[in-house]
């Protein structure tokens, strides 16, 4: 089974800390995916990355960075966490060879930001 | 803008009776999905139709897909309490450049009661 693994289910930290959220995933995908869910708003894409080294932009990336340097792992990085990034963040991933197909997902790390 | 909107945004329905989620979408696409997310959790995939299906079935799952109305349904039969959950459709809009950019829906929250 495809495993996608988030390193921290829950965190707080406080407004102008750096966060990173880490993403491991064990099926040799070529791409991954950051996504932040908000009540109301559904999950919107923040980055995404189709190899090693390679990221691209979403739907809202203001305010986050993302890292790539190997292909199993995928970080999200806020340089300055602010209240307004207070969210639930997803990790997902999937296959090259299926551009459009399925996304497997991580358990989601819930981020709080005082 | 969200591509796709799911239809209730909540539903409330008894055990064994059949459950239907619609979703509309605005723009041409290349294929639809739908996921399950238990309450915290990740997104778990649970059935992809192309633009060119009418129809898929899966287990007590049967999805349509109207492109010339540019909607879907979800149908879930003889629903169990384990199926509450919340439902996302996730679009793959035409030229979107590739990348498996899928773009979630708001969900439909369902509840199964005893």
């Known amino acids: 089974d495809v495993k996608v693994t988030q390193s921290s289910r829950y965190l707080v930290k406080r407004t102008g800390e750096k966060v990173f959220l880490e993403c491991v995933q064990d099926?040799?995908?070529?791409?991954m995916f950051w996504y932040r869910q908000d009540p109301g708003l559904g999950l919107r894409l923040i980055y995404f990355s189709y190899d090693v080294k390679m990221k691209e932009k979403g739907d809202i990336p203001e305010g986050y960075s993302v890292s790539r340097e190997k292909k199993e792992r995928f970080s999200l990085i806020l340089e300055s966490a602010s209240t307004n990034q207070t969210s639930m963040y997803l990790c997902?991933?999937?296959?090259?060879?299926?551009?459009?197909?399925?996304?497997?997902f991580g358990e989601g790390s819930r981020l709080t930001v005082l | 803008s969200q591509q796709g909107e799911e239809d209730p945004q909540a539903l409330s329905i008894q055990e064994g009776e059949n459950a239907t989620m619609n979703c509309s979408y605005k723009?041409?696409?290349?294929?639809l999905q739908w996921y399950r997310q238990n309450s915290g959790r990740g997104l778990v995939h649970l059935i992809l139709?192309?633009?060119?299906?009418r129809e898929k079935h899966s287990g007590r799952l049967r999805v349509t897909l109207d492109t010339s109305k540019k909607s879907s349904s979800l149908l879930i039969t003889a629903s169990r309490a384990a199926d509450t959950a919340s439902y996302f459709c996730?679009?793959?809009?035409?030229?979107?450049?590739?990348?498996?950019?899928?773009?979630f829906g708001t969900g439909t929250q369902l509840k199964v009661e005893l």
């Open positions: 997902a991933s999937s296959f090259e060879g299926e551009w459009h197909g399925e996304l497997f």
């Open positions: 139709i192309r633009s060119n299906e």
């Open positions: 723009t041409s696409i290349n294929n």
């Open positions: 996730a679009t793959d809009p035409i030229l979107t450049g590739g990348g498996n950019k899928l773009t």
């Open positions: 099926m040799d995908h070529e791409n």
